[in-house]
């Protein structure tokens, strides 16, 4: 495997600033790992070689007028999950209901990616319109984890995760509703933050659960997450809900917690978060964890979070509720699928028959649910309930970020589990957000970080920091500490175990 693909974003961007590598060589790296290995791994639904090719042209032609880098970034790859809109290049959400759609404009997120450098190599797979924890409800075919290619990588960003995991990116975007790029960083052995949510624009952001939808950074360090979360971050006028305030020091809070010293740090772990439903394998690692934390100077206090067991039935009220409005878009008058307009049908067939044929069974589940819970009659006892729920999830991390800086959990109850396993048993497929949804039910800042591969079935498992709203840098302290003293403990680091998947077909 050639080093530019093995390397972290931060050290390939200090050889493209150097001159010591090129941004289109170190790009062609990435494209050429992509042709190797995604038939496998299937992370990407577009592969936008030339975009990608120009971008980093224009890096490099920076670079040579002795220009200042763009960003600390500039002339890294990275992998867009497919729920961001790319002027003139294919979007499709992981839906029929897209396919073939060229947005007339850029996300936030996208544009400001440009404008850092950053070269964007495609699109990657995901759930449809964000619906999932495994990537198997993508229109296009479930992406493959690279740890073991029969397992899930997790969803709904399955496919940026995936694509870290494989060496085809060494950045990636995704979006966390209720857990979608947390956990999939936990089942593929890579980082995923969840900002405080409005940190970070949701303009241009193909819409599932408005008041929950966060945009974040996917990396496979700590330091390269954060320095691409402050790329991303900050207020955006053209996004509502966007917070109007300074980006939190993420990339100051990395380096700081890379030195390793947590003294004075006080840790809470959530006793919520174990017990039935949780793999032996995951609560071992976690425990390891904690252990060293403690190790690292942090006070480690034990923390109950009583309205936390009431989360997932809350988010999955109020998630496709919000999605029930969202997607009446999808009509198939203005853009997308259109399906039986002959000139002999009236407006509402041809949008019934369009949302028949467009959307899949999950996605019509979710409109189902949401507009049953907000109809008449039903709204106080379904839609109103899980809003108190909400305030009271909101509440207990409170009282809890009262008396500790951080809480801790696993990021999900199980490892990666297989392909099928668990498609024929929605509420299976609900619990690995056990742990992840109360972050975004309040708000606040959340992510996950490797904690080694579980001692049952040799696959990653993730660690789950929390931090109160804006607070996102202390959760960065915390995560580079840890991972520093993991990898001096295993000697390597946990994504070097990673199958290399040579020469998989494509
Ligand atoms: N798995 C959760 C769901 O299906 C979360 C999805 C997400 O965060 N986008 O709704």
Not at 20 to 42: F, N, P, T, Y
Not at 255 to 266: H, Y
Not at 372 to 384: Q, R, V
């Amino acid at each position: 495997m050639s080093d530019l693909i093995r390397s972290t974003a931060a050290e390939l961007a200090a050889k493209i600033a150097s001159r010591e590598v090129s941004a289109v060589e170190v790009a062609q790296a990435h494209l050429d790992r992509i042709a190797e290995v995604d038939g496998s791994v299937k992370a990407f639904l577009h592969v936008d070689a030339e975009g990608a090719l120009a971008a980093a042209r224009r890096v490099d032609e920076d670079v040579a007028a002795g220009n200042a880098p763009a960003s600390p970034l500039a002339g890294v790859p990275l992998a867009l999950k497919d729920v961001f809109t790319t002027e003139g290049v294919p979007t499709t959400c992981g839906s029929k209901m897209l396919e073939g759609w060229r947005p007339p404009y850029d996300a936030t997120v996208t544009r400001r990616l440009k404008e850092a450098g950053v070269v964007i190599l495609g699109k990657t797979n995901m759930d449809e319109f964000a619906m999932g924890s495994s990537t198997e409800n993508s229109a296009y075919g479930p992406t493959r984890n690279p740890w073991d290619l029969d397992r899930i990588p997790g969803g709904s960003g399955g496919g940026s995760s995936a694509s870290l995991a494989a060496f085809e990116a060494p950045l990636a975007i995704g979006t966390d509703t209720g857990g979608s790029i947390r956990q999939p960083g936990s089942v593929t052995g890579t980082v995923g933050v969840k900002p405080t949510y409005g940190g970070v624009s949701r303009y241009g952001l193909v819409a599932f659960s408005s008041s929950l939808d966060q945009a974040g950074p996917c990396a496979r360090t700590v330091l390269d997450a954060a320095l691409l979360h402050e790329i991303i971050a900050g207020h955006d006028p053209l996004d509502s809900t966007s917070v109007d305030a300074p980006v939190p020091p993420v990339v100051a809070a990395a380096r700081e917690g890379a030195n390793g010293d947590l003294t004075g740090v006080r840790v809470g772990v959530v006793t919520q978060f174990s017990g039935e439903g949780y793999q032996p394998g995951v609560l071992r690692s976690f425990e390891a964890a904690v252990a060293q934390l403690k190790q690292l100077g942090a006070e480690i206090v034990e923390v109950s979070c009583p309205s936390f067991d009431y989360a997932l039935p809350a988010y999955y009220l109020i998630a496709p509720s919000e999605a029930s409005s969202n997607l009446a878009r999808f009509d198939a008058m203005r853009y997308g699928l259109r399906v039986g307009d002959d000139g002999t049908r009236s407006a509402e067939e041809v949008m019934s028959l369009t949302r028949e044929a467009g959307f899949g069974a999950e996605v019509k589940r979710r409109i189902m649910i949401g507009t049953y819970a907000l109809s008449s009659g039903y709204y106080d006892a379904y839609y109103g309930s899980a809003q108190k729920v909400r305030t009271l999830i909101s509440r207990d991390f409170e009282s809890a970020f009262a008396t500790v800086d951080v809480l801790v959990s696993p990021t999900t109850p199980t490892t990666a589990f297989r392909i099928g396993e668990r498609t024929g048993d929605p509420m299976a497929m609900y619990k690995a957000d056990l742990c992840t949804i109360p972050a975004n039910l309040a708000g606040n800042a959340a992510m996950s970080v490797p904690s080694g591969l579980s001692d049952e079935d040799g696959l990653p498992v993730g660690l789950q920091i929390m931090a109160p709203a804006l607070q996102d840098h202390r959760m960065y302290r915390v995560a580079a500490a840890y991972e520093a003293a993991r990898d001096a403990a295993l000697g390597h680091t946990v994504i070097s175990q990673v199958p290399q998947l040579e020469g998989a077909a494509r």
